[in-house]
């Protein structure tokens, strides 16, 4: 890890640190547990691009590692998740303390199988602004085979030509800071600022990218039946260019994603949440011979899914999921869909 990222990861982890350390401020005070499992059962045409799509989110990780090579062949996917929170009140509000963890585990290729966890501290800042702070960790997230790069300075042409792939692989560690402020009873405005690393394994380890991300929410609560969520993220990757440069494979990035997400009620018990997402990708490699090198990617990506209130702590899913993407450098486009059935059981 160079040593700005170095600088900007414990910059950011004693901020963080000094946040949490401070926000509790509370005397003996009741304080509550609550928690939660879920479980879904996905079918995908693209086992390389689930991970990615599924992603593909606001309140998710929707800038995942660009996947090279799709097409990977298609599985069931299974994803066990569980949750707990703790809230209590202090002088400046309501503080809440939750980690969420799960995995999907896919059943032919194990290879794609991994975790992922969330940690996650909000405090009220009196009636109407709340503070998150929001850390991910994703380990081991296999995302197929790519071809293997080879050193510019050293390889022969008969090299370069040969088409060798290895495991690509890596971890994902992003720290995330939320300020909600409730503009009226109906609009909740969210600002929000990542910072993230994401850590490859050799041979792609010269592919570390670190990146910062700017984005803006608001939620309108139209009526008791209806509520909209847009938002916008601007994003900016980067990798170490002394490293890149001997491979002439570069994949820094400038990112634009926008998304919109309706719930409507369609009976007491059943509602009903579109998604639209898009995002757009600028390549920045500054090498003529990489295949990124005045590259874009277009992504268009559309969800529907249905939830049944079958308890009041019980909730049936069921969901599906069609994208399209388009790299400017390859002749067609490249589709995928997910499909599933879940449930959900609060307690």
């Not at 009196?126 to 997230?141: A, F, H, M, N, Q």
């Not at 990757?237 to 997400?261: C, L, P, W």
């Amino acid at each position: 890890m160079s040593s700005i990222t170095t600088h900007n990861f414990r910059s950011l982890a004693n901020t963080a640190a000094a946040l949490a350390a401070c926000l509790p401020l509370s005397g003996p005070v009741q304080a509550e547990w609550s928690g939660g499992l879920a479980a879904n059962a996905f079918y995908t045409d693209d086992i390389g691009l689930f991970s990615v799509s599924r992603r593909l989110s606001l309140e998710e990780d929707p800038t995942q590692p660009i996947v090279d090579e799709p097409d990977q062949g298609t599985d069931f996917v299974y994803e066990p998740n569980a949750y707990a929170r703790w809230t209590t009140d202090n002088r400046l509000g309501e503080l809440q303390i939750s980690l969420d963890a799960g995995g999907y585990i896919f059943q032919d290729h194990s290879d794609y199988t991994h975790g992922f966890s969330q940690l996650s501290l909000a405090q009220d800042l009196g009636e109407s602004t709340t503070i998150k702070l929001l850390y991910d960790y994703i380990p081991g997230l296999f995302i197929g085979r790519n071809s293997l790069p080879h050193e510019q300075h050293s390889a022969t042409e008969a090299q370069q030509e040969q088409e060798a792939e290895a495991d690509e692989r890596l971890d994902s560690h992003i720290w995330a800071l939320h300020l909600e402020q409730d503009l009226n009873e109906q609009v909740i405005a969210r600002g929000l600022v990542r910072y993230g690393l994401r850590d490859y394994e050799p041979p792609f380890g010269y592919r570390d990218i670190q990146f910062f991300t700017v984005g803006a929410h608001l939620e309108w609560i139209i009526t008791s039946d209806i509520e909209l969520l847009v938002g916008y993220h601007f994003e900016r990757g980067y990798t170490e260019r002394d490293k890149t440069v001997i491979y002439q494979d570069d994949i820094g990035y400038i990112n634009h994603f926008a998304s919109a997400e309706l719930k409507i009620r369609l009976l007491p018990a059943l509602e009903l949440m579109a998604i639209f997402d898009y995002e757009h990708n600028d390549f920045t490699s500054p090498y003529a011979q990489d295949i990124h090198h005045d590259g874009n990617e277009n992504v268009y990506q559309g969800e529907l899914e249905l939830l049944y209130e079958l308890t009041d702590m019980t909730t049936l899913k069921a969901g599906w999921q069609h994208g399209k993407r388009k790299f400017n450098y390859e002749a067609q486009s490249v589709r995928n869909n997910n499909a599933w059935l879940g449930m959900e059981l609060h307690f």
